[in-house]
C-alpha cells in the first residue's frame, strides 16, 4: 500500500503545492477582512481534491486494470485511497495553521478556542464529505464523481447542522459550544470509518476498473 499512496502523491504533487501556497497566502489575505482561524473550516476541505485527482488519472490511464494482477487486494486499492484523503486533510489542517501561529507571534489575537472550535468543524466537514464521496468515487464514471464530490460538502454541511440541533435538545449548544462540535468531530470519525468498511466490502467483489 505504501508504494501505491507514493504513487498518488506523484501524480498529485503539483495540485498539492498549488493548494499549500494557495492557503498561506490566503491566509494572511484573511487577516485583514477576517478571523484567521476560520481558514481551518477551508483548508482541509481544499486539500482533499487531490484524492480526486488521482482517482480521475487512474481511470483515464486504466491503471487500476493492471493493479489487479499484483499481489495487492481491492481492499487495500481503496483503503488508501481513504488514507491519502486523511493525509491530505491533515496536511491542510497544518497549512492552516503556519499563518495563524506566524501572525500570532506578531501579536494578532488568535485563540486557542477559536482553533479547536474552527479545526474541528472543518475536520469534520471533510470526514463527513469523504465518507459519502469516496465509496461513490468507483460507482460513477469521473466527471459524475467530481459532481458528487461536491455535492457531498453541502450535504455535510447540513448533516453538521443537523447534528448540532439534535444535540441541543440534550445540552445547551450556545454554552457549550466546542463540546458540541467535538461530539460532531468523534460522529464523523464514526462515519469515515464506516464508510470504508462499507467500501471495502462493497467493492471486494465488484469492478473497479
Known amino acids: 500500500m505504501k508504494g501505491i499512496l507514493l504513487k498518488d502523491l506523484y501524480i ?27 481558514l481551518l473550516v477551508l483548508a482541509p476541505v481544499a486539500s482533499t481534491t487531490a484524492v480526486f485527482i488521482s482517482i480521475t488519472s487512474d481511470a483515464g490511464s486504466k491503471w487500476n486494470k493492471n493493479v489487479i494482477t499484483m499481489p495487492i487486494s481491492k481492499s487495500q486499492i481503496i483503503g488508501e485511497k481513504f488514507i491519502f484523503y486523511i493525509l491530505l486533510a491533515v496536511l491542510g489542517m497544518i497549512t492552516a495553521l503556519v499563518p495563524c501561529i506566524i501572525l500570532a507571534f506578531f501579536g494578532v489575537n488568535i485563540t486557542l478556542h477559536s482553533l479547536c472550535l474552527y479545526g474541528s468543524i472543518g475536520i469534520s466537514a471533510t470526514l463527513l464529505a469523504g465518507g459519502i464521496s469516496l465509496p ?50 468523534v460522529i464523523s470519525i464514526i462515519w469515515f470509518f464506516i464508510s470504508y468498511r462499507i467500501a471495502t466490502k462493497v467493492y471486494q467483489k465488484r469492478d473497479i476498473t
Not at 494572511?28 to 484567521?36: H, K, M, Q, T
Not at 457531498?152 to 457549550?176: D, E, H, P, Q, Y
Open 12 to 38: 498529485a504533487k503539483s495540485n498539492i503545492l498549488v493548494t499549500v501556497v494557495s492557503l498561506v497566502v490566503l491566509g494572511f489575505g484573511l487577516s485583514f477582512l477576517l478571523e484567521i482561524s476560520a
Open 136 to 185: 461513490c468515487a468507483y460507482l460513477f464514471d469521473p466527471e459524475k464523481s467530481q459532481i458528487v464530490f461536491m455535492m457531498s460538502f453541502m450535504a455535510s454541511t447540513g448533516i453538521i447542522v443537523g447534528l448540532v440541533l439534535i444535540t441541543n435538545l440534550f445540552i445547551s449548544v450556545k454554552n457549550n459550544i466546542l463540546l458540541t462540535f467535538h461530539i460532531v468531530f
